[in-house]
């Protein structure tokens, strides 16, 4: 039996509300477990995003993100980078991350494509030295390099 994605929860009420056979064309059809060119190329022009973490305890925050378009760099079907800028010195996003890699961010266009994309995975907080001494991130983020 192929396991799909989702919550025993969302499952559960799937089959009690009947829409199941919906849910799984939408796991189907729309779910990737890889950012596709075209997912890369909508988080290329994006100039915000929504930040989704939990502590270690479950305890939920969610946080905007913005800067110009391409501040959301994908280096590779598995790989998004973000400056993280500075905001109220709260830091409670990366410290979420500290304690529960888990993240999701969601872009939305709200005007030209009207759609909204979410990507879930596990975070990693790195400084910009550790960024750039990586063979692998350093040559995606060199700006003479397209």
Do not use: W
Request: aromatic share 10%.
């Amino acid at each position: 039996m192929m396991t799909m994605p989702g919550s025993r929860g969302e499952h559960d009420l799937q089959e009690r509300y009947g829409n199941r056979k919906r849910a799984d064309g939408f796991y189907k059809n729309q779910m990737l477990n890889y950012l596709n060119p075209q997912m890369r190329t909508f988080i290329a022009r994006q100039e915000m995003f929504f930040l989704s973490t939990a502590d270690g305890h479950g305890e939920c925050d969610v946080s905007f993100r913005a800067g110009e378009a391409g501040f959301v760099h994908a280096l590779d079907e598995k790989i998004l980078v973000y400056p993280e800028y500075r905001g109220n010195g709260v830091t409670a996003s990366l410290g979420n991350i500290t304690e529960n890699p888990h993240a999701a961010l969601l872009f939305v266009d709200f005007v030209r494509d009207k759609i909204g994309l979410h990507v879930n995975g596990a975070a990693r907080i790195l400084s910009n030295d550790e960024l750039l001494a990586s063979p692998d991130f350093s040559a995606a983020l060199r700006p003479d390099i397209t």
